[in-house]
């Protein structure tokens, strides 16, 4: 018998009972059971600890944690294959998802060392960009992607970056990932997030310059290509979702 589970979903809160109920409500709704759910609870006092006492979470609690830094011990106690990270209020695409997903695993070639997929945004469709575009910002969401345990090797989140430590995390871990595989399908099913964007390219700047990802000149030219597609967005929202691929047009994979 296997002795660890395939999956293990960290989610971190604070305050935020009703996202964490949603995203135990996905959890629940999962057909396939091989995971283990790690919630990383950073001092609420909305009850989040005694909602979880009727879960099947294992509960890490703070008095008070930034974001990463809840994400690193998350990692410290995962035991699974593959981990994937789900803030509360985010929830898993579909009650199949999980098996699917393992099913994709297994089907792979060679085993996948970290794998990507797309999302749903507030019910609208976004599909992930090629990883190799990295250099240009998140290829997809942090939510939706999943990494396997035992090509970490130790990989920490950078707390310094208040926004971005994910996608130092992933740049890093694709300097060494021996197998990387999209996955083509929705993978997590999102709220529409609020952040300071400006913030965030100014960090994913200084990510790119320490990681030697882009030249200046090329650096800061992805840095005003960002800031132009956001603002973009900002006008014509509907320009950066895509309708939901059909059934029939579906992987093998994905309709078991």
Partial sequence: MRENPVFSIITVTHDNLPGLQKTDHSLKLQSFRDFEWIVIDCGSADGTESFLTYSNASLITRESCSKYDAMNFGLARAT????????????????????????????????????????????????????????????TRHAAMVYKRGALNGLSFDARYKITADYDFTARLLRHAKQVEYYPLPLCALEKAQQNSWRGFSEQLLIRRRLKLAGPTKNAAIFLLQAAIWAGGKIMPALHGRSKPSASKQPRFAQN
């Avoid at 803030?87 to 794998?115: E, M, Q, V, W, Y």
């Fill in 80 to 139: 699974g294959d593959y981990v994937l990270f789900l803030d509360a209020g985010n929830k898993l695409a579909f009650a199949n998802t999980l098996a699917r997903l393992h099913n994709f695993i297994r089907s792979a070639r060679k085993i996948p060392g970290f794998i990507y997929g797309d999302f749903f945004e507030d019910s609208a469709y976004k599909t992930a960009r090629p990883h190799e575009q990295l250099r240009l910002g998140m290829f």
